[in-house]
């Protein structure tokens, strides 16, 4: 009997990065792709290529390097949208075009004022001219669960016969229920005559909190691909949690019977990836990747964990890539050591980031007496933001004086796009300030700081600190992350890593969404 899959689609890049201050460069959307890649997602939608010149660069750039996954662009029912899309994807392995249309009254009235047979008409045409450039062609009928059924039914059956080969019912305002989705999938399943000529697909969002209970009970009614994103990224609420819908289908094989692509111990590594380049935390209870997902405070839940793990847990940690916290490396660990360990929690670097890394450990080492997996998180993240290609002005150094009675003074040095190196100082309401603002007077980029939090990555006085800030340009928000064992270091290299990221978006900023 052949294999019964579901079709893991992720759309953090493209549906994700509509959440509100959740912009990524091209750089890291590159970099997430290649790790969705490496996870197993079955299709990488990469983003919406007419959206904008970065955008179409983004998808190009992925559709070019990562090779493994179909890699789909997002188009509306234009000619024009269909056209970039294909020639931002054309060059893929395995390319998709997703055309997109609304479909509920609401919309069609409202937004798109135009009537049904006009949007039948667009969206069957569109359909048919994606499929004259490429054989892989999704459709989704936007507001699909408040559209009139019959409707619906109409629309799909036509771009079915027009080439599409996966339908996608989207929850796009998250209003649906469980029971009354399924209803409506089976509706479609017994009104439109070819619904077998393709797969049939869903998208939910998480308005009421049922995104994933949604996309869940959809496979058991026979969807057999699932749209979401990373850490349930997305508009407003945002989109179904891809890993908790692989893991309920993975820890529920009994229930579900279906397999995935899936390797489920590259999704906390994936899950971290995408915090860290959104600045987009994860809270502590979320399930599967949140930082008390296999965290157990009750004795009485301690103690059947001790004598059985099954007791108290539905999923081994490790299965999901959870690293152990095992005290691993010190001062005089060698540089394979660091690799094997690196490799152990998902790094796999080539020898000049080796070489980088290794020096940043080392000094790490130095410092704080044994290095932790999490340390190396932490580490490694840190080296991928200032090695990054969109560095325009590097912190080459940075130093405070301050205390009760003394004002506040910062001296820096930064490093230009020239390569000439710029020292200035300032004065500040504190040390943080103070900083900021003497990096304000080299950079001469105005912007307002909205938000700043720093945590302990681990426990212990020797502990890294993160901070994580976000600046606001132009209405834009701009997220930045630095770590270090002084915070004071950590702040200024949040603050350099916004700079950075604000300079190299500004180039390719994008024009409209969904
Ligand atoms: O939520 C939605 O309806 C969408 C479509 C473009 C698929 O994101
Ligand atoms: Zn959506």
Redesign the pocket.
Known sequence: MPEDKVIIFDTTLR?GEQAAGAAMTQEEKLEIAKQLERMGVDVIEAGFAASSPGDFQAVQTIARQVRKPIIAS?ARAHPNDVDQAWEAIKEAEHPRIHV?LSSSDIHIMHQLRKNREEVMDMATSMVARAKGYCQDVEF?P??ATRSEPEYLYMLLQSVIDAGATTV?I?D?VGYAAPEEFTRLLKGIQENVPNIRKAVMSV?C?NDLGLAVANSLAAVRVGARQVEGCINGLGERAGNASLEEIIMGLETRKDFYGVNTNIDTTQIYRTSRLVSDITGFPVQPNKSIVGVNAFRHASGIHQDGIIKERTTFEIMDARSVGWPSNALVLGKLSGRAGLKARLEEIGYYLSPEELNQAFVAFKQLADKKREVSNRDLEALMEDQRRTSSETIVYKLEHVQVSCGDHEIPTATVSLKGPDGSVATDAATGTGPVDAIYKAINRIVQVPNVLSEFTIKSITEGIDAIGEVSIRVQKDGKTYVGRGSSTDIIVASAKAYMNALNRLLAMGEAKKSSG?
């Open positions: 549906d997002l997109f989704s936007m507001d996608n989207p796009t998208h969002h969904t």
